[in-house]
């Protein structure tokens, strides 16, 4: 078996994981913006009821009881998805440092994982990290194999179907900004919302207002950041196909080219001599 046959191997691994993390991730994403609709429309059916001129007991104690179900779904929903998210990130991290033959991937699954957990660092780095994780897995970073012919007869004998690519996905960095920031936007407005006085109808109403502008805030975020998932893991699987399928020269060539960049780098060092 030769070293590229193990490390085909190793990458239908590791992106067979990834893709799988994805797809749990994605569930997990709609099922946030799900429960984000639910709590806004809880919180719009109580500033309906305060604008009556008489609250029905039974609707009062329905919408109270939605509002806390709404919240510890809300809550244990956020920590499995939260869960979910940061598995993929760090499997998809992995993934794209293995497809990555010339430089490799600047990010560990650590420092991903880290980027999203550590207070005031986490304001930046997501965004940076899913940006530089979806530029690293462009097509064009791995050569495009030939199309190959399906064999199995369906076509007639006349004519050869061939599988083409699929086209990889991409979203723009403003996009990931979005994205991030509307998940901010979303936990600074709850934290706001939290801290206000409800003891009075009017402030109660404005208390309202501002946790529905939370959630759909969070519903925005959940949407958006599902479009990344999707992105990230079509490039990933593009990345994977283009490798997978390139011939041992074709592979051969890149290591000469990872060669080739690691001495230029080396060669801007101070002091650093370029062996002859």
Do not use: C
């Not at 639910?38 to 009062?60: K, N, Q, S």
């Not at 990230?232 to 990345?239: G, P």
């Amino acid at each position: 078996m030769s070293g590229w046959s193990e490390a085909r191997e190793t990458w239908d691994r590791d992106v067979r994981a990834a893709r799988s993390r994805a797809r749990a991730a994605i569930v997990g994403l709609g099922a946030m913006a799900a429960v984000g609709a639910f709590t806004g429309l809880v919180g719009a059916l109580h500033i309906a009821l305060l604008r009556r001129a008489e609250v029905p007991a039974r609707a009062w104690e329905l919408a109270n009881s939605l509002r806390e179900a709404g919240g510890l779904l809300e809550l244990a929903l956020g920590l499995v998805t939260g869960v979910l998210f940061l598995r993929w990130i760090s499997r998809a991290v992995a993934a794209a440092d293995a497809l990555e033959l010339v430089r490799g991937f600047a990010w560990t699954p650590s420092e991903a994982v880290m980027a999203f957990l550590l207070p005031v660092v986490n304001l930046v780095q997501p965004y940076k990290l899913l940006r530089d994780l979806h530029d690293s897995l462009a097509p064009d970073g791995a050569p495009e194999p030939a199309p190959r012919p399906v064999l199995d007869g369906a076509a007639g004998y006349r004519r050869v179907e061939v599988v083409h690519a699929p086209p990889a996905g991409a979203v723009h960095h403003a996009a990931i900004g979005v994205w991030w920031g509307l998940y901010l936007a979303s936990g600074v407005l709850g934290w706001i919302a939290s801290s206000l006085r409800d003891t009075t109808v009017a402030e109660f109403i404005r208390v309202r207002g501002v946790f529905i502008a939370s959630d759909a805030a969070a519903i925005a975020a959940a949407l958006l950041a599902m479009r990344v998932v999707r992105a990230v893991d079509s490039r990933i699987a593009e990345r994977h196909r283009r490798l997978r399928y390139a011939s041992d020269d074709e592979l051969d060539g890149r290591l000469v080219e990872r060669d080739r960049q690691l001495r230029q780098d080396l060669a801007r060092l101070p002091g650093f001599d370029a062996p002859r």
